[in-house]
């Protein structure tokens, strides 16, 4: 049995479990968590919405796939996991929380200024200008 298979990457399982620690202090109940990293949650009003989680170490390129998703309540969280002892200070950890038309038209823009095939992702800097956007998940 390879057990590799069946182990996530520490800095996913950390970023992930970052994303739920905030949507908890938010008042949102986490209703699933997928091993891909989907996270089905429902808002404090009772409305259901999915948040993909992204998660680096270094400062490369996000991969997101061919396309970010279709789904209205979908969201993505790419989290900037710190190269720390998990004891250390979170305020190392950075994410960026875009809706899934802001991650896909960054997809296709990304994908018009560089070179084919269409990208699966785009540059570290470009889900910045939504650092802890938290305030877009529903309410």
Do not use: C
Not at 72 to 90: G, I, K, M, S
Request: aromatic share 10%; glycine share 6%; net charge neutral.
């Amino acid at each position: 049995m390879n057990i590799h298979k069946k182990i996530e990457p520490t800095n996913h399982l950390k970023a992930k479990g970052w994303v739920i620690a905030n949507l908890l202090s938010l008042n949102h109940k986490i209703k699933r968590v997928e091993r891909t990293g989907v996270i089905k949650a429902e808002s404090p009003k009772g409305e259901e919405f999915y948040i993909m989680v992204h998660s680096l170490k270094d400062n490369n390129a996000w991969v997101v796939g061919k396309e970010g998703g279709e789904p209205f309540n979908l969201f993505h969280a790419f989290v900037r996991v710190p190269w720390l002892p998990a004891n250390e200070d979170e305020t190392a950890f950075r994410v960026f929380i875009m809706h899934v038309q802001d991650v896909n038209d960054a997809l296709y823009n990304w994908g018009q200024t560089h070179a084919p095939p269409p990208p699966s992702g785009f540059g570290y800097s470009i889900p910045h200008p939504h650092e802890n956007n938290w305030d877009i998940l529903p309410q």
